[in-house]
């Protein structure tokens, strides 16, 4: 049996921990969850079209879209039909919180029924879309740190009471006995959120460098490609009919080599100007208001423009921190910082922007990196401490294996036919990848010292990792039967948020700090959980 017993619930002012408890009855979500609904399932179908593309273009081609009779009646019947699916998933969707345990039952064809205990619960995310604002609701997202598959997502319930059930079950981990039922307690609570430390703030200036240097835009041009002879099609014919013709403008009569050259370079400036402003757009509708906070042993970061986000990690759990510098980052002295936890079973997307197993703090300066990652990771020297450099061998193995070999007998067979053009294009390839071969020697060392492992890679831009040796969880020293000649070992190091690999390290240097790594980790007996 169910009943929206939320109604309740939203009408005060604060939510105690026993009013969290919703009893042995399944509770329905308020009506407006029926927004949500809709808009996931108009989500997943933009999924899904992205690989329908080349056949839809091809259609496009050959059938005007836009005059067909279907059109529009299509169109209609897939509104109709995405908002009918909003109303059924509405009425399947059932919960309950109970004797510390959360349970969620979803689904209209494939039924599933999900049983979430506190103890597993790793985060909890409160996210708050643009249409959920005007009613104060807010959607909980409960992470195990397992599969993306075992995510439980409790979709409309009332802000206060998202919070309040975002604070007992973290309060549950840390074993605070301040949550309790009396509005003393409750008070007391509110108060300590008051005393969160806010550790660093987003302008829109941050903002708009972290979109300009982080443009991802290039994804759609790639997912338009199928598009790009209609989209030419059209822009000639909406030009022609306001009088501009191309043809006559840059025909090879009418202009000059320099001229001609002078039209695309503009060209291609304002298609990047648009794709950067594109890209700017996304990173203020993500970051606004960016704010990144600890209160106790937890990190909290809010922001959001049209969809507030709001997730936690404890410091115990940050595997590893990242600070990415592409080239455009290291020109501007920008850095994107990652607080890593267990990734497992995420999707690579979900991982970057809305996993709650990462913490991304974008486009921060070089101090404000240092002074975050010296306060997450106590004692560590990400950028101080002097790195060793991977042996020489890194260079000569795929200068000498894989790019050279092959070359010299691609230019000689285009030498033998006498095609000159393709045989200096080849050599210049060549010379390029061999420059990016050697930065990406130059880029890579490690370092180590009593309690931390650094990792420096790139190749244009720069990356460095820093990560605790206690919390190693598998180690491997791998070496071919070259490497082994020439005493050089490859060290893959296996950490709950991914695998790090150590290139061409000098042997005995590899099975050092493999074994030291192993040995520690075995000895502590601290959770990195």
Known sequence: MSKPAMDTVSDKASVTANAIDTGQDWQRLSPISILYFTASNIKKLAQFLIYVIPAVAVTANVVDLGESPYAIPVGLALLISLSVSG????????????????????????????????????NVKIEQPIYYRPMQFALVVLDTAGSAKEEAKIVAVPLTYAQALRKQILAYHTGDPSVSSSAADNIEQEKAEDDE?????????????????????????????????????????????????????????????????????????????????????????????YTLSRHGDRYIRRSGLLNKQEVSMRQSRIQMITAKQDWLDKILGRVNLYFEQNTSGTQQQQAELMSPNKLLVPSVTIAETEALVKEAMPGSQLYQIPYQPVSLRYLWHWLGVWVWPPTIIIIGIYLYNQVWELAIGTGFLAIALSLILVLRWWRWGYAADNDYVYVRSGRIGLDYQCFEKYKVQQVKVSQSILMKKRKVATLNVLLASGNISIPYLPEQDAWTLANELLYVAEKSRRSWM
């Open 87 to 122: 109303i059924v998933s509405y009425f399947f969707y059932h919960f309950r919180v109970c004797d510390q345990h959360v349970e969620v039952k979803d689904g209209v064809f494939n039924r599933r029924h999900m049983n979430l205990p506190f103890w597993r619960i790793q």
């Open 197 to 289: 430390e806010v550790l660093n703030r987003r302008n829109i200036r941050d903002l708009i460098i972290h979109g300009i240097t982080n443009n991802r835009v290039w994804i759609i041009l790639g997912a338009a490609a199928p598009f790009y002879d209609s989209i030419s099609d059209f822009a000639f014919n909406w030009l022609n009919a306001r009088g501009l013709n191309l043809d006559q403008l840059i025909g090879e009569q009418t202009a000059a080599w320099w001229q001609i050259g002078l039209y695309t370079v503009t060209l291609l400036m304002i298609i990047m100007a648009l794709l950067a402003l594109l890209s700017v757009g996304g990173a203020l509708l993500t970051f606004y208001d």
